[in-house]
């Protein structure tokens, strides 16, 4: 029996979103690292007044590209400049569909000249290699999937993040000394506890730091060795809870959805993928709903990615990203709530939402979250607003509820909460506004 296709699971269900539309959707968790290690708020502390550690092996897939046509497959399917792109550094990928809209999200590391690794959610990978496999290029693919779709056996590379800002601190007792210097996004091959790995300069949580890649066969030696080095540093354990409140901060909007479901020219696409694939299974909810899935849609001016487009190559969804002109429908912003307020809606403690939410001004729809989480004793929004409301200090209301999708209408009166936030930057996170996000052109 042949396995259904994105497609025939469309065709079933009547529509995107009466396929996708699932409210109240269990939010997600990471596998294999501990919900808590020393509890979530002292977690999400650490990498703001000591150093943290990030176990990031388990929970993102790996798409290994190598051969003499790696660079033109790269640049047919992508956005992104490749000249110049050093051995060594990392970019961050930014493939559109025809109508100019994000397939996903990914980072892309030059590991050679012929070979790179893409790390993140399957979509972004899933473009590149139906390409590549449908295409006229002499490349070799290798899918290292996550933890989520293996049947127990261990990935092949492993990764761990350092941040705070007693992160170099740690990194100088670990390695014996500093790093070789590199930019920002830039890596270099060294060796912790006599063993090769890749100390790649990055600052995830909104904060100075490294993410080291190795060989998984070395997980528990780099474990312990940066552990050991840490002690003296205060360092902190970041477990799935914290860990998947970072992007509220640093202005990341996590597996933004594919643009994938619609286009007529996509239809092959949709049929070369699996009905149980990322884009067949990930859930939409929230109080907003819309019948048409492409409002759901976002585009890389939204999300912040200008610096990372490049118009050299003549890539898919070249003149479609080109006529928007750069121009974003929507900004990206911070809402802050009010600590008693935000209390009475989300409740005291831990709170992650990663449901697409109303915002609106005078009773009309001006915007959406994306992310909802308690830091610390803050409960945080990142939107995407109307410009007639993006300034810092406007004031805009959080429409909080799960809408029961295509069975009701879109304005249907509901009865849901209300909570007044406060408009502020995105990044909120002043490293991650004024730093990181320039220096990886994002």
């Not at 798409?63 to 550094?89: H, T």
């Not at 860990?243 to 643009?259: D, L, N, R």
Request: hydrophobic content about 40%.
């Amino acid at each position: 029996m042949s396995v259904p296709t994105l497609q025939d699971a469309i065709d079933s269900a009547g529509s995107p979103m009466h396929l996708l539309w699932k409210p109240s959707a269990a939010p997600w968790t990471g596998p294999r690292v501990p919900a808590e290690f020393s509890g979530w708020a002292e977690e999400q502390a650490a990498w703001h007044r000591s150093v943290a550690l990030f176990d990031l092996s388990f929970h993102m897939s790996d798409l290994f590209i190598e051969g003499a046509d790696a660079v033109r497959l790269l640049g047919d399917v992508s956005a992104n400049r490749y000249e110049p792109f050093a051995v060594g550094q990392a970019k961050q990928f930014v493939p559109v569909g025809p109508g100019g809209r994000i397939i996903g999200d990914g980072i892309l590391l030059r590991t050679g000249e012929e070979s790179f690794v893409l790390t993140g959610p399957r979509p972004a990978q899933n473009w590149v290699q139906y390409h590549a496999e449908t295409g006229d290029y002499r490349v070799r693919l290798e899918t290292d999937p996550d933890m989520g779709r293996r049947d127990g056996e261990d990935p092949r590379l492993c990764r761990f993040q350092l941040q705070g800002p007693r992160a170099l601190e740690v990194v100088d007792r670990a390695f014996g000394g500093p790093l070789p210097a590199v930019k920002f996004f830039h890596s270099s091959e060294v060796e912790l506890d006599g063993r090769p790995i890749r100390a790649l300069r990055h600052g995830m949580a909104g904060a100075a730091g490294y993410e080291f890649i190795g060989d998984f066969a070395d997980y528990d030696r780099f474990k312990s060795a940066l552990l050991a080095a840490g002690r003296e540093s205060a360092l902190v354990q970041v477990g799935a809870l914290a860990y998947s409140t970072t992007p509220v901060e640093s202005g990341w909007i996590a597996s933004p959805q594919p643009a994938i479901y619609l286009d007529e020219d996509l239809e092959d696409y949709r049929r070369w993928l699996s009905a149980f694939s990322f884009e067949g299974q990930r859930p939409i909810h929230g109080s907003w709903y819309s019948d048409d899935i492409e409002d759901y849609y976002l585009s890389p001016w939204e999300l912040g990615y200008a610096r990372s487009i490049s118009f050299d190559n003549d890539f898919i969804g070249r003149d479609a990203l080109r006529a928007d002109g750069g121009d974003a429908r929507r900004v990206k912003v911070t809402l802050e709530f009010d600590p008693t307020e935000s209390r009475a809606v989300f409740g005291d403690g831990f709170f992650n939402d990663r449901g697409i939410h109303r915002v609106e001004s005078d009773g009309r729809l001006v915007g959406v979250t994306h992310h909802i989480s308690a830091i610390g004793d803050k409960h945080l929004g990142l939107a995407l607003v109307d410009a007639s409301v993006s300034r810092p200090g406007s004031r805009v209301e959080l429409v909080w509820g799960e809408h029961p999708g295509p069975d009701a209408s879109p304005d249907a009166a509901l009865g849901f909460a209300r909570l007044v936030g406060t408009v502020q930057t995105s990044p909120y996170d002043e490293y991650a506004r004024t730093t990181y996000r320039s220096a990886i052109g994002a």
